[in-house]
């Protein structure tokens, strides 16, 4: 079963080839033919997914278990995994390292220094190259 949605679309944030939005991604056409990007988005809807679960778990405990008004938090879930990637460096910084270290083995580029670059320097995750680079390849 396939479990995200690509749009190929010249709407992205600049600077990145691609996105991902809960289960939606988001492709520059440009890179069509780039399997290690989207390899990279698919880890990104993955995490969604798992987030998501994990999201849903504790809401329906909470609501069996504590209160049953707090039902509402189920309609939070979907929305956690993106407030996490936004205001936890630590999150992002792990669900960054993980999408290159994907992009990289699947990717096939002759070179991987882009990887190290953006993540040191694309995504506010306070790394140095050297320190991007020992998070990617050790
Ligand atoms: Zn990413």
Redesign the pocket.
Known sequence: MKYYFVEYTRKIINGFGGT?KGPIIKILPKYKDDSGLLE??KV?VRQWYGVLALGLLVSTLLTLLVSLSLWPLFGLAPFVHQLLYKLARPYRRW??VQ??RKQIATGGYTSNEFAVTMLAKKYDLDLSVDKARALLFN
Do not use: I, R, V, W
């Open positions: 991902a990279h988005e990104h669900c960054e999408a290159y």
